[in-house]
């Protein structure tokens, strides 16, 4: 079973159309993260939700936005896709509300390449 | 402000050698410290971690890490290099202040035969 999963792996669409990625995970954990990969291996956070609710932005561009509908769904979706966008988005997920503390479960990756 | 530091950006070891990949943080209370590495391809996986106790911590995979609070650092080792570590190596603190984790900008580790 795969512990956290993200769809679609990869992902090419052109400047300004809007996308999304989807998040799931299967270990009843609590906070799950969305981190962007740039191109140099650079891993940032973006945002993080504990039970359903933002306790992280990180200075995000307003055109993404998460969508939590239950605590195993976290959801990604990019309006207005810009070049600058593309890089590999990886979901995670932890347990607890201190979960960064602890040890992260990182999905397989989506890649996002912006033409 | 809180930052790591993972000098060499990669690293190229002979299979069967000795591998250390060095780690260096700055954080002012005590650090929470995570070895995660990622193979191509994949997201990352967790080698090890260090809260408190034992200073010598020892992973998945062979792994070990040392928390040295003098230097600031978490350098990553293993005795036996084997074709399937290479990949990339990340090293990471978490951070009580700002709720997450902060990641350095990994070391590519390169295996030669």
């Known amino acids: 079973d795969t512990a956290v999963s993200q769809t679609p792996k990869y992902l090419v669409t052109q400047m300004g159309n809007d996308k999304s990625i989807k998040c799931e995970q299967n270990?009843?954990?609590?906070?799950m993260y969305w981190y962007k990969q740039d191109s140099k291996k650079f891993l940032k956070i973006m945002f993080s939700?504990?039970?359903?609710?933002?306790?992280i932005n990180e200075t995000v561009p307003n055109r993404f936005s998460p969508k939590s509908p239950d605590k195993a769904h976290l959801n990604l979706h990019i309006n207005s896709l810009e070049l600058g966008d593309s890089a590999v988005y990886f979901c995670?997920?932890?347990?607890?509300?201190?979960?960064?503390?602890?040890?992260?479960?990182f999905g397989p990756g989506t890649r996002l390449t912006v033409t | 402000a809180q930052s790591v530091t993972q000098p060499d950006i990669h690293i190229t070891v002979s299979e069967g050698a000795s591998l250390e990949l060095r780690c260096n943080y700055s954080?002012?209370?005590?650090?929470?410290l995570f070895w995660y590495v990622q193979s191509p391809g994949q997201g990352l996986q967790l080698l090890l971690k260090y809260f408190s106790g034992d200073t010598l911590v020892q992973g998945i995979k062979g792994f070990e890490a040392e928390f040295k609070r003098s230097q600031s650092s978490f350098n990553l080792r293993k005795p036996s290099v084997h074709w399937s570590d290479a990949a990339e190596y990340f090293c990471?603190?978490?951070?009580?202040?700002?709720?997450?984790?902060?990641f350095g900008a990994g070391t590519r580790l390169f295996v030669k035969a």
């Open positions: 990471a603190v978490g951070y009580t202040g700002g709720f997450k984790t902060i």
């Open positions: 939700y504990n039970n359903k609710e933002l306790i």
């Open positions: 995670a997920s932890s347990q607890g509300g201190t979960g960064f503390l602890y040890e992260q479960y």
């Open positions: 270990l009843g954990h609590d906070t």
């Open positions: 954080y002012g209370a005590t650090p929470y």
